[in-house]
């Protein structure tokens, strides 16, 4: 403290000693930010956004093998670092230090002595798996360190190894590797494959064998068992006509039979026990019409834990495997539930779990007992939880007569009339909106009085197998008509103003934000696209190679004449001759899954009619800007974006 006083008085004392610049009236975006026909962002912005980007959050990593100790990610500097829990309310204490975030982290299961973690460079999903050794602090690479993304890492039951997948041998597809990370030497390759969507699920309790899952989509998925003696791999999921997804496995302590989540015979996925041999799966779940969407055991397979998505808020289940029998776990707050995992003695479950009114934290149920501890409380910077909104759920039928959902976000009593509307697209698009903290976006809702809205188009998952299909391939522009007919909705709505309307998204969702910049040009003030498709043709040809084909069953195949003839017709950069009102592009240039050209074609293009065109890019940034002094400058000037042609009553004529 006197450290900080003693500062504080020099800096006053140089100030009358000596004449100081006036401050700039201006801000100047971080060095690694390139704003390319962007006005300049008034340094008041600043102040007036400052306290809605100061917010924290947590995510649950690992429990120490031994102690009652957990490992989480947040952040106190520029990027979210892992830190040490000891107790409830314990302090965070930080262990990694990176300019670039660092990814999960897994203790060693036995004693702990260290843990592993992943990391990238500028954003580009190049993860190199890295190992922390507890007793010393030292860092130690462990992959390869070329262009190849690992991991996925599993823990040997033994504790010894862990199995993972990387795309070194080609850049295309995810072989799986077995290493002890003591000794890196050790790694080789068990099984070599064809695709870029095989993970590791679970170890055999004998360690010979690997559970390993081979995506196709997100409908589809098949599991294999790997011999690691021999290499030779089995299939577990049964064939059949149906596309099956098999969303999470794990082996049953017998070796034989195996837990899965899946939504073979049915709308929904549910939790089942697989008979590999028969080919059967018995149900264990009591029949619902939401997901199944988590599923953990403990280390002695006497208690799973999996959770339940009721319309975008999740419920915890804990079942008794000997008995069968299912309870669910009372006192959570309400929201949406992150990572788990059981600790190693299996008396506890930690998780994450974020609500409207908070971020993300990390909460722990005695197992025995249901008691729900909260172990910590990341901060809200200006925002005081109370005052926030709580999201309505809104309903609205599409142009076919299907019943569209979404949540929307009011802003304070004190804002009068019909208020502007921001729609916010998610990404996916295999995605779901979900009433979660909204951070920086409360800024929007408190300070302007700007209403957010967050659809679930068709195509979200969350609301059974049927309806995530239903854009897929030439059903694309469906989804762009469930975003027509919400705008008709929003003019229904004596408290929203149909006439000011700004579309956003981020990935998918920033195609979303282009497809409504080019279709509904005559019923929207402008549209904001971050890291988003502007060519399907050129972004399958682009995306990396180890998830092209994954894409292509989503969207279709651009090779096929038709597909492409297709993509020609409704692609934004085909139709930027549309786009008519104002547009804010923001790009990584190191993005894997939506290179860079897509922002820069639809920029060049759009800007060739004389409607103001922002484009924001990010030298150390890839699928979204994750660098918390990169990502407050663009909600500054996203901010001023709103502000300039959202706000006023009249729209903003556009320069000739």
Known sequence: MHRVLFAVGLGIAAAAAADTPAPATTLAPPAALVADGMPAIPSSLRDEVGRYTEA????????????????????FGNTNQIH?????????????????????????????????????????????IYRYDVTDGAVTMITDGGRSQNGGMVWSTKGDRIAYGSTRRNGADRDIYVMAPGDPKSDRRVLEVAGGGWQVADWSPDDSRLLV?????????????????????????????EKVAWSAALFHPDGRQVYVVTDRGEEFAYLG????????????????????????????????AYTINEGGISKLVLLDTASGRERPVSGIP??????????????RLAFSLAGARTPSDIYVVDVAGDRVERWTESETGGMVPDRLPDPELIR???????????????????????????????GGPEGQSVPVFLGRWNYFLAELGVAVVFPNVRGSTGYGKSFVKLDNGVLREDTVKDVGALLDWIGTRPDLDAGRVVGYGGSYGGY?????ATTFADRIRGSIDVVGISNFISFLENTESYRRDLRRVEYGDERDPEIRAFFQRIGPLFNAGKITKPLFVIQGANDPRVPRGEAEQVVATARKNGTPVWYLLG??????????????????????????????????AAAK
């Open 56 to 75: 924290r959050s947590a995510g649950f990593a690992d429990w120490h093998p031994v102690e009652h100790q957990l490992l989480i990610s947040t952040r």
């Open 84 to 128: 040490r829990v000891k107790m409830p309310g314990g302090d965070r204490t930080q262990l990694t230090f990176f300019p670039e975030p660092v990814a999960g982290a897994l203790y060693e299961p036995v004693t702990g002595r260290f843990f592993l973690f992943r990391k990238d460079h500028g954003g580009d999903e190049f993860f190199q």
């Open 213 to 241: 899952s081979e995506g196709i989509s997100v409908n589809e998925s098949t599991l294999w068992s790997v011999d690691l003696a021999t290499g030779a791999k089995t299939r577990v999921s049964p064939e059949g006509t």
């Open 273 to 304: 026990l697989l008979d590999p041999a028969s080919g059967k799966v018995k149900r264990l779940s009591a029949a619902r019409a939401w997901d199944v969407d988590g599923l953990e055991l403990t280390h002695d397979g006497r208690t799973l």
């Open 334 to 347: 309400v929201g949406v539930m992150g990572n788990m995992g059981f600790h190693r003695d299996g008396t």
């Open 396 to 426: 609205w039928k599409s142009f076919d007569g299907r019943e569209i959902t979404g949540f929307l976000y009011k802003p304070p009593a004190r804002f009068a009339g019909k208020r502007p509307v921001i729609v916010n697209v998610h």
């Open 512 to 516: 979303m934000s282009l497809a409504i």
């Open 619 to 652: 030298k150390d940034e890839g699928h979204g800007f994750q660098k918390k002094d990169n990502a407050d400058f663009q909600f500054f000037a996203m901010a001023e974006f709103v502000k300039k042609y959202l706000l006023p009553e009249a729209p903003v």
